[in-house]
């Protein structure tokens, strides 16, 4: 799987608990500062999608869409995921340097300076 290194660092920033998933608690998270990175899932819905664009541009929030919902919801040992905030910074930004490497069909909307 291509994604394997970016699935293994959200698993770690979850299991050091530096992590928010679940629509409600990511959208805390972007709006409240706390969030340094926000994902979604491909295969969340579009209104989904263009919700966490909107609201990532606004806060500049980077934002990737990555792999599905059961791919990101087992590497942070739960079920489903749709969405998920990163929560520390330098796993964020292992994270996105990963995501951009490998050149994955991820958007990033706007960049944290």
């Known amino acids: 799987m291509k994604n394997n290194k970016a699935l293994s660092l959200i698993g770690l920033a979850t299991k050091a608990g530096k992590t928010v998933s679940g629509e409600f608690s990511t959208e805390k ?44 919801g087992h590497a942070m040992g739960k079920e489903f995921r749709a969405s998920l905030a990163v929560q520390d910074w330098n796993f964020a930004e292992a994270i ?7 050149g994955e069909g991820a958007l990033e909307h706007t960049t944290v300076v």
């Open 29 to 72: 998270s972007i709006k409240t500062g706390k969030g340094y990175l926000a994902i979604v899932a491909g295969d969340s819905s579009d209104n989904t999608k263009k919700k966490f664009r909107n609201m990532c541009e606004f806060y500049e929030v980077p934002l990737y869409i990555l792999s599905d919902k059961e791919t990101l």
């Open 96 to 102: 996105r340097k990963v995501l951009q490497d490998e």
